[in-house]
């Protein structure tokens, strides 16, 4: 509680007052996802990391980097000679080849040099050259060599000089052989971009008054799963408090490709009818959860292998019988993938076909809304144009261009708009998978895709539909993500993992995405052998040494804190201290891309920031300006990183999130977040001052004091007649619209004391 006090004798006196403080989708084989509980996990030591190069070959190719070369004749297991480890990649090149490594965009605005060890083997004397391309467009040719004969030696090469230096696009690297004859067998080892140093200083800046959008309780949003056996809170409390805590807004069943194979109608004869369940969970130990939790749900109507009249039974089920008040459903799962069951091929109709779908999307709409006309009904989508183009038999012309597409979400909406333009759908679904590019690049670069993606879904509703029927039919069709997970190998249950979530969520409230569905609350932890080694993570199966993925967040219904809540769950946790439904998102920017910076209103009154450092070993200093809100002078803060990594690696302090205070100077003071951590600064708004105004005049009988503090802030009014006294009696409750508001009172004979106090 923040307060000022102010007091009154009579309406001629002076004030006196004084401040107090006070997939890549989801594996589609559900065998593999059983929950198996808690699990046991080697303290195997945490990756020791010195700078933020992004390596490109060490022992294997890192980071998503893959090798298009051609001519040449490369091994990179060579065991003999290596630079460090036990691998190096041995090149043996005729004339006019190349060894070509390959990647999704990258912006080099971080690096300075393209760097390797070359070793010449016991012939030495190789001349090669070294070029990269932006986009598939060449940069200059560099010479390098001779190379010595059996002797490492770096070779440094600066992005200038390769005409790549602060990019977005670079794309591929190379090292050929552009001559007429072949070179003797040499070796490559410890291959990677070197990256700049940190600024002594990162600068952010925040400004309260500048809004992004409104919080949507369903931006924490999370899959549930029918294999998994543990849905019900009632019976695995550990799912109950792994929802509670991680402040779930919204939830999904039966989950994912299961939600077009999953009937409705004989769940007890699939499934049995016992409770608990031995294996697997159906739709009463969803609602249970769900319900309990105070969440919204996303249900996945069945369209691979069921009809229009199952879906209208679910309805029913669930919010008439139930009274559940379901509001979204989906018309199936990722229909446009052939992985997805889809039977729909009796003529004219044709699975995983955007013109199908469209028109069989009709006849559910029509039925579910039938039972229950206050649902919301979403359609399949993919983000681009021509994106999941299984047929060429039907066509959309895009009325803006004049281009005509193939694509899935072009010729469903031109079919919707064409044959039931009273069924469009209420929201479109998009799903995103964070590919296998490593730790940098995928904290990097994951994030910016949302805004990306929202406006092409935004821009096709324009045009297909839009164009049309009118901006408003356009406008209200809200985007809603209900599948994203991280990439493949130890990311998905690192810490990386786990900042990426967050950054993740962050990103996403930058956007018009109303909802964001994580894959999944428990999916199962997997073996893997084939780990980058590039790639941070710890987690282990004991019975074999082997690195485990999971895409749950947690590996089972265990009562956190436990070894089987993933960094994930506590990035997730960690949202809850940072924002939540309701709340205001607000400009927040910095000028260092390994720093992300996101800032919310709450409405409490208090402002909140979300700060993610992307350095794996650097603490990065900031400067942090807020402009119109001026903070109390002790913020609480809440941290998740490698301490807690550490703790759940070695069993040594606490896993869970860490709470600390930090004094701050006002509207300008500095901060240090350390490597790969995510933090969240909570700021109460400083104590607001009450005066007695010179003008206006009161009007007889009563007095005026000037309530002056920060807009959007609700205060409390409150009088005491004795200042010693604990009885303080509110008034009224006020938030000024631009920090300052005037009260008229009655005056009294009497002492009369005021305070304003904020109250979080």
Same mark, same amino acid.
């Not at 004989?266 to 294996?279: C, D, I, L």
């Given at each position: 509680m923040h307060q000022s006090r102010f007091f009154i004798v009579n309406r001629f006196s002076r004030g006196w007052f004084q401040h107090f403080p006070g997939k890549i989708l989801e594996n589609l084989s559900p065998g593999r996802f059983l929950a198996v509980g808690s699990l046991a996990l080697l303290a195997l030591a945490s990756p020791v990391l010195a700078n933020d190069d992004q390596l490109v070959y060490s022992e294997m190719l890192n980071n998503g980097w893959a090798n298009w070369g051609y001519g040449s004749t490369l091994n990179f297991n060579n065991s003999n000679p290596v630079h460090s480890g036990s691998n190096s990649l041995s090149a043996t090149m005729p004339a006019w080849s190349r060894i070509w490594f390959i990647h999704d965009p990258i912006d080099t605005s971080l690096y300075t040099n393209f760097t390797f060890w070359a070793n010449g083997?016991?012939?030495? %004397?190789?001349?090669?050259?070294?070029?990269?391309?932006?986009?598939?467009?060449?940069?200059?040719?560099?010479?390098?060599?001779p190379l010595q004969a059996n002797t490492w030696q770096q070779i440094t090469v600066s992005l200038a000089a390769l005409g790549v230096a602060n990019k977005t696009n670079l794309n591929y690297l190379w090292i050929n052989n552009w001559s007429g004859s072949a070179q003797p067998v040499f070796y490559l080892d410890d291959v990677s971009l070197t990256a700049k140093p940190p600024p002594a200083t990162v600068h952010v800046s925040i400004n309260a008054t500048q809004t992004v959008r409104t919080v949507d309780a369903r931006v924490f949003g999370i899959n549930n799963v029918a294999w998994d056996g543990s849905e019900n809170g009632k019976y695995y409390p550990g799912t109950m408090a792994q929802v509670t805590n991680m402040g779930i807004g919204a939830l999904r069943w039966p989950g994912g490709s299961w939600g077009d194979g999953y009937h409705?109608?004989?769940?007890?004869?699939?499934?049995?009818?016992?409770?608990?369940?031995?294996? %697997? *969970?159906?739709?009463?130990?969803?609602i249970y959860t769900a319900t309990n939790a105070h969440a919204q749900a996303f249900i996945i109507a069945n369209y691979g292998s069921s009809t229009p009249q199952e879906a209208a039974y679910g309805v029913a089920m669930m919010n008439i019988t139930n009274h559940c008040h379901f509001q979204y459903w989906e018309i199936g799962n990722e229909v446009g993938g052939s992985w997805e069951l889809d039977c729909n091929t009796n003529s004219p109709w044709q699975p995983h076909d955007p013109w199908t779908y469209a028109m069989r999307f009709a006849q559910y709409y029509t039925a579910m809304k039938a039972v229950d006309p206050t649902i919301k009904i979403g359609a399949v989508a993919d983000t681009t144009e021509d994106g999941t183009s299984n047929y060429n038999n039907h066509a959309a012309v895009n009325p803006v261009t004049g281009v005509t597409h193939y694509g899935w979400t072009p010729v469903m909406l031109y079919t919707m708009r064409t044959n039931n333009p009273n069924a469009l759908p209420d929201f479109l679904i998009d799903h995103s998978y964070e590919g296998g590019d490593g730790?940098?690049?995928?904290?990097? *670069?994951?994030?910016?895709?949302?805004?990306?993606d929202a406006g092409n879904?935004?821009?096709?509703?324009?045009?297909?539909?839009?164009?049309?029927?009118?901006?408003?039919?356009?406008?209200?069709?809200?985007?809603?993500?209900?599948?994203?997970?991280?990439? +493949?190998?130890?990311?998905?249950?690192?810490?990386?993992? +786990?900042?990426i979530e967050a950054d993740c969520i962050g990103a996403g409230l930058q956007t018009e995405f109303n909802a964001f569905l994580r894959w999944d609350l428990h999916n199962g932890p997997t073996d893997f052998a084939n780990e980058d080694n590039a790639i941070y993570g710890w987690r282990t199966d004991p019975s074999n040494g082997e690195y485990i993925t999971d895409g749950g967040?947690?590996?089972?219904?265990?009562?956190p804190p436990n070894l089987g809540c993933y960094p994930s769950y506590y990035c997730r946790k960690l949202m809850t201290y940072w924002t939540a439904g309701g709340d205001t998102v607000i400009t927040a920017t910095n000028d260092y891309k390994l720093l992300g910076t996101y800032a919310v209103r709450r409405t409490n009154g208090s402002l909140t920031m979300l700060v993610i450092n992307k350095s794996s070993y650097a603490s990065l200093s900031t400067a942090i300006n807020l402009a119109g809100y001026v903070p109390f002078t002790n913020a609480t803060v809440y941290s998740y990183g490698i301490p807690q990594d550490d703790a759940a690696r070695t069993g040594i302090g606490s896993p869970d999130i860490a709470q600390t205070n930090s004094?701050? *100077?006002?509207?300008?003071?500095?901060?240090?977040?350390?490597?790969? *951590?995510?933090?969240?600064?909570?700021?109460?708004p400083a104590a607001p001052s009450l005066a007695v105004p010179a003008s206006p005049s009161p009007p007889p009988g009563q007095f005026i004091f000037q309530l002056q503090g920060l807009s959007g802030v609700p205060y409390v009014i409150q009088m005491s007649t004795n200042l010693t006294s604990a009885n303080w009696i509110p008034i009224s409750t006020n938030t000024p619209a631009n920090g300052t508001l005037y009260l008229t009172n009655a005056a009294s004979s009497g002492a009369q004391f005021y305070r304003a106090v904020w109250r979080p």
């Open positions: 083997g016991t012939s030495g %004397g190789q001349r090669l050259q070294v070029a990269a391309s932006t986009n598939g467009v060449d940069g200059p040719w560099v010479n390098i060599g409705w109608t004989n769940e007890a004869m699939q499934y049995g009818n016992t409770s608990p369940r031995t294996w %697997g *969970s159906f739709t009463p130990d969803f730790d940098t690049y995928n904290l990097l *670069s994951w994030d910016t895709h949302w805004q990306t879904l935004r821009m096709m509703l324009n045009d297909y539909l839009g164009y049309y029927l009118g901006t408003n039919v356009a406008t209200n069709i809200e985007l809603c993500v209900t599948e994203y997970g991280p990439g +493949g190998d130890k990311q998905p249950l690192s810490l990386v993992g +786990g900042l967040v947690a590996s089972g219904s265990v009562v004094l701050i *100077s006002g509207a300008s003071f500095n901060y240090t977040f350390a490597p790969y *951590s995510a933090t969240v600064l909570q700021l109460a």
